[in-house]
């Protein structure tokens, strides 16, 4: 089970730097994926991971639509229950 979670791992960081390098362009769509990452993470129970996900989701909002915008103010809300849950303060 090791082995798979540290596979998967490295897959998403290859992932990770075919999207810098190939798609830059596209926060929306980064956006998404992120997003759906932190929701799969947040069912599992994985609230640091799920945490770490919409930390992500909450910089790509805010560089494409601005901090006052209401995506990234929902997100930042999202990330503040996402820590709460984890209950690392």
């Known amino acids: 089970l090791l082995d798979k979670k ?26 998404r994926l992120e997003g759906t990452a932190a929701r799969l ?8 991971s799920a ?5 992500r989701c909450c910089a ?12 990234t103010v929902a997100l930042r809300a999202r990330l503040g229950d996402a820590w709460s849950r984890r209950e690392d303060w």
């Open 41 to 48: 993470y947040a069912q599992q129970g994985d609230w640091s």
């Open 51 to 55: 945490a770490l996900h919409t930390e």
């Open 60 to 71: 790509l909002a805010e560089r494409a639509f601005g901090r006052t915008h209401n995506a």
């Open 6 to 31: 540290v596979e998967a791992h490295a897959r998403v960081q290859r992932l990770q730097a075919d999207w810098d390098r190939f798609c830059p362009d596209q926060p929306v769509l980064m956006l």
